[in-house]
Nanobody
Framework: QVQLVESGGGLAQPGGSLRLSCTAS????????MGWYRQVPGAQRELVAT???????NYADFVKGRFTISRDDAKNTVYLQMNSLKSEDTAVYYC???????????????WGQGTQVTVSS
């Protein structure tokens, strides 16, 4: 199996910054797209940003210019640098990865357990 473990959530003030990390472990042959989604109570999970294995990152309009996604494939880790945080960024942030567990299997989606980000003064 594959496990995704997030870290870096917490409390930030409006205008502040946080950096989320997510590391994948387990039976991994190749990690394709990695990304971050977020969810608030009563709403659907929404895409924040994704980054393919090579290629161009993709951002939701509401985070463009404020958040930056990056990855370190040597560490099987994806990051989300969040700057200029707003109260509406408050949510549980979930790490996402599409992983091939071996050369014979198709990629499968995996999710982290989520990390709370709260933006408040």
């Amino acid at each position: 199996q594959v496990q995704l473990v997030e870290s870096g959530g917490g409390l930030a003030q409006p205008g502040g910054s946080l950096r989320l990390s997510c590391t994948a472990s387990g039976t991994i042959y190749r990690i394709n797209t990695m990304g971050w989604y977020r969810q608030v109570p009563g709403a659907q999970r929404e895409l924040v940003a994704t980054i393919p294995n090579g290629g161009t990152s993709n951002y939701a309009d509401f985070v463009k210019g404020r958040f930056t996604i990056s990855r370190d494939d040597a560490k099987n880790t994806v990051y989300l640098q969040m700057n200029s945080l707003k109260s509406e960024d408050t949510a549980v942030y979930y790490c996402y990865a599409r992983v091939r567990r071996n050369a014979l299997l198709r990629e499968e989606p995996f999710w982290g357990q989520g990390t709370q980000v709260t933006v408040s003064s």
